[in-house]
């Protein structure tokens, strides 16, 4: 009887004590609604050197651009956008002649989705973007 009271309680704390490490895909996207290419350059201004800087980023006039990241056991949602974690400002680069620089701290209030999605994980870049960007004369990066 002991041993089967026992085995019972094994049983039961090896059952409850199981994680579930399956995850799901949450595919994030970033639209360019402008008749210009755009780069995109996000950094984590808190790590010096490359691996602060994620990968470029280029998207077409009026295209997208798509990365799908699994949530789970290494939540690399995290990332969302990016190829690294951390990203707190972006620099989106128009056809090499504007740029727009955007900071975590700076957009919070205008509810700003390029750095995190918004309800659907999209982000739209637009004309107004590069409105407000600034000429850069070819020195955008």
């Not at 019972?8 to 290419?37: A, R």
């Not at 690399?76 to 740029?99: C, L, P």
Request: proline share 1%; hydrophobic share 35%.
């Amino acid at each position: 009887m002991k041993n089967k009271l026992l085995t019972l309680i094994f049983f039961t704390i090896t059952v409850h004590s199981c994680v579930d490490q399956g995850g799901s895909e949450v595919t994030y996207t970033m639209f360019n609604e402008t008749d210009k290419t755009v780069k995109v350059l996000g950094f984590d201004k808190s790590v010096i050197g490359v691996n602060g800087l994620a990968e470029p980023i280029t998207i077409n006039p009026n295209s997208s651009f798509k990365v799908t990241r699994m949530t789970g056991f290494e939540n690399t949602t995290i990332q969302r956008f990016y190829s690294i974690q951390g990203v707190d400002s972006v620099r989106i680069v128009f056809n090499n002649e504007k740029v727009l620089v955007l900071t975590l701290e700076s957009t919070f209030s205008q509810g700003q989705t390029i750095f995190q999605g918004n309800n659907d994980y999209q982000h739209f870049i637009t004309e107004q973007d590069y409105e407000d960007a600034e000429d850069c004369d070819g020195n955008c990066d």
